[in-house]
């Protein structure tokens, strides 16, 4: 081979290498180019995640959206948006006002012990009953913390109750004994009343309401969703200065079964205190 033959052979093979690593040096730059790139994207996704996290946070709860929403009030109801439930015989002289939040344990174990006693009073014409329903144990009433916080039960609850009234007050006091009942009432740390399914399985027990399609829709599309807020307004203000659940007032004035102001909880502290009442 010829010294020059064998320059050229150098020269060449020095120009393949240099091309060589001109590539190699434009791969790096594109790959870093795209981590850059990448990194940049993760970064604003992160943040775009957070940004979507805090409006989340802060977004009103389907509840809250109906604090302002125009009321659907059932029948059988008077008064601003349907909020005066009053059921009996008119010729009942007294009104015997039962505030009860539909989750509350107290105003289960009331209804499984007193609630037959009421339901003949009422067949007697002894009294009528005015239902005051609070949501509060959802955690919405008194300022007590952001609606629907510690959950959705009772406001659902009363919902459904609202549907039942809708078909008749028989179907409405039937329905709350059921909601009530020991087979039914879930523990308070329990939100099982948030689930329609577990309302309209409830309700198949009660004659008027099972296969009721009327029925049924109006629990399952929330027909009386903001009725049962305005509900709970009308409890969380009344006048008898009433927080808590079960309580009981006739004229204005609340009924207790002893010095320390709890409500009567047998049939025999019921019937005296109430007894007394409508003497009065």
Not at 82 to 90: N, R
Not at 190 to 197: A, P, T
Not at 221 to 246: C, H, I, R
Request: aromatic share 8%.
């Amino acid at each position: 081979m010829s010294k020059r033959n064998s320059q050229a052979a150098k020269t060449a093979a020095r120009e393949r290498l240099r091309q060589e690593r001109e590539r190699q040096a434009k791969r790096e730059k594109v790959r870093r180019q795209l981590v850059v790139a990448a990194s940049v994207v993760g970064v604003l996704a992160a943040a775009g995640g957070i940004g979507y996290a805090v409006v989340q946070a802060n977004k009103p709860s389907y509840w809250e959206g109906l604090e302002d929403a125009k009321v659907t009030a059932p029948a059988h109801t008077t008064g601003k948006d349907g909020t005066t439930v009053v059921i009996g015989k008119d010729s009942a002289k007294k009104t015997l006002k039962i505030y009860e939040d539909p989750r509350c344990p107290v105003c289960a174990q009331f209804e499984q012990t007193v609630g037959p006693t009421v339901e003949k009073d009422l067949d007697k014409g002894k009294y009528k009953i005015q239902f005051v329903g609070g949501t509060f144990l959802d955690g919405d009433a008194l300022g007590k913390g952001k609606l629907g916080s510690n959950g959705e039960g009772s406001k659902n609850a009363m919902s459904a109750m609202g549907a039942a009234l809708n078909v008749s007050p028989e179907a409405f006091l039937e329905y709350k004994a059921a909601l009530y009942s020991a087979k039914f009432h879930p523990l308070e740390t329990e939100d099982k009343f948030k689930s329609d399914d577990y309302l309209l399985e409830v309700a198949d027990t009660v004659p008027a309401l099972k296969n009721n399609a009327k029925f049924r829709n109006a629990v399952t599309k929330g027909t009386y969703d903001a009725w049962a807020l305005a509900m709970s307004k009308s409890f969380d203000t009344n006048k008898e200065g009433v927080t808590g659940t079960p309580s009981f007032v006739i004229d204005g004035k609340k009924l207790t079964a002893d010095s320390q102001g709890n409500p009567p909880m047998s049939v025999a502290d019921f019937n005296r205190v109430v007894d007394a009442a409508l003497k009065a």
